[in-house]
């Protein structure tokens, strides 16, 4: 089901030197080659559930592809026995192969040396399509497994259907799995391949190769629905963010004149700062869900050695916005440049995959590094009025703390689960 292309044709036997090819001698039948952390999400089953109109936001040239590859995803046959343990085939798995290439391009092995060699790039190669079923499916994806709080289950078939003689052995193996895929997420440079696919024209082939590429090279990824967007500048952003908290939990400090900085004087000084800061600046501040905030970091962190780094790093949040549907995709495409212009853009999201788009108004998200930086966190919401309000929009944009989702606080009635709120 599939064929040798680009790089991949100078390998004579192109397992040889593939990243997982020691851990997959081990499992004869069905390997766990877990996806380098750099390239979730870029996967031709997440493409072929993305809302055309979405792609429009990486680049006006995808929209047509994207709904091309839809087409061909829902071809594929998913009618027979599982390729592996011949049970009922439901799933298509995307045989992904991982490469370490030198600065001249060939293949070498992975060892624990391999990523401080600074020429060493990365190569991710489509090799075919693969029927399975379910157990078959969640045990290659141990990493998934594990996620879900599967484990056990996905262990136990591994073993099961690769013939080892414990679950022991099974765990070690998936350990040695798991020493790779960390390595190979060290890797800065990645190139993705498409090897030629049964059913595959060559001109949507070498498409999908390029937008996968584009893709990764931009900083957009495919994740539970959304697509995500991660800046080139995102470190920069978020230096200069958690450099203006340190700053404000040192004024806090001062101000409460204690060697500590976890007493109720503290708090309150902290809540004054942010306050001032931020609405010097138009930006209302909820002093009830600050508080909140607060505490829910102090409960977390109270033990934790290496305070205030903790303090600041886990406050992150978002500004929300919610979009006319009509001109969603283009507000957010809008929104993206500008804040790559200004210098602000750091993470962001966008509702892509097909059938979420319904809603009269739907939700951008724009991350902000913390909670406790009023100079980033005003100039990313005023970046966001100027671009809304390019579009003749009015409203109210929200900010929410991502602890308050993970905690399953949610506004409601009587109650709000955001922090700080702007008018635009």
């Not at 991982?98 to 790039?121: H, Q």
Request: hydrophobic share 40%; glycine share 8%; with cysteine.
């Amino acid at each position: 089901m599939g064929g040798k292309t680009g790089l991949i044709k100078g390998f004579n036997r192109i397992t040889d030197f593939e990243a997982y090819s020691k851990v997959c001698e081990s499992f004869p039948k069905l390997c766990p080659r877990l996806v380098p952390s750099p390239l979730w999400g870029l996967s031709l089953a997440n493409l072929a559930r993305m809302e055309p109109r979405i792609a429009s936001v990486i680049s006006d040239n995808y929209p047509e592809l994207v709904e091309r590859i839809s087409v061909y995803w829902m071809s594929l046959d998913r009618d027979g026995e599982c390729q592996i343990c011949g049970g009922k085939g439901n799933e298509i798995d995307e045989d992904w192969l991982y490469f370490v290439l030198d600065d001249r391009g060939k293949p070498v092995s992975i060892t624990a040396e391999i990523n401080a060699k600074i020429n060493c790039r990365g190569l991710a190669y489509l090799r075919a399509f693969r029927l399975l079923c379910s157990s078959c499916h969640l045990a290659k994806h141990q990493g998934y497994a594990m996620i879900q709080g599967r484990k056990s289950e996905a262990l136990e078939w591994l073993q099961k259907v690769n013939g080892l003689g414990s679950l022991d052995e099974a765990d070690q193996l998936v350990g040695k799995a798991l020493d790779i895929h960390s390595r190979l997420s060290d890797i800065g440079k990645w190139d993705l391949e498409i090897g030629r696919l049964e059913g595959m024209d060559e001109e949507t082939r070498k498409s999908v190769q390029k937008l996968l590429n584009h893709m990764y090279s931009s900083g957009f990824r495919l994740d539970g629905g959304w697509l995500y967007y991660s800046s080139p500048a995102t470190n920069r952003v978020e230096l200069l963010a958690e450099q203006e908290a340190y700053a404000i939990l040192a004024e806090a400090r001062k101000k409460a004149g204690e060697d500590h900085y976890k007493d109720e004087i503290w708090i309150r000084c902290l809540e004054e700062i942010l306050k001032d800061g931020l609405e010097a600046e138009g930006v209302r501040v909820s002093g009830e869900e600050l508080t909140l905030l607060i505490r829910l970091l102090l409960d977390r962190l109270k033990d934790a050695g290496l305070f205030e780094q903790l303090f600041i790093l886990e406050s992150e949040g978002k500004w929300i916005a919610r979009l006319p549907n009509a001109m969603y995709e283009k507000v957010f495409r809008r929104v993206l440049e500008e804040l790559e212009k200004s210098e602000l853009a750091s993470q962001a999201k966008i509702l892509c995959e097909k059938g979420s788009l319904r809603d009269a108004y739907l939700p951008i998200f724009v991350y902000v590094p913390t909670s406790f930086a009023p100079t980033n966190i005003s100039a990313v919401v005023k970046l966001l009025k100027r671009v809304l309000n390019e579009f003749g929009l009015k409203g109210e944009i929200y900010y929410k703390p991502d602890i308050f989702t993970y905690r399953g606080i949610y506004s409601g009635k009587g109650s709000r689960a955001s922090i700080y709120s702007y008018s635009f």
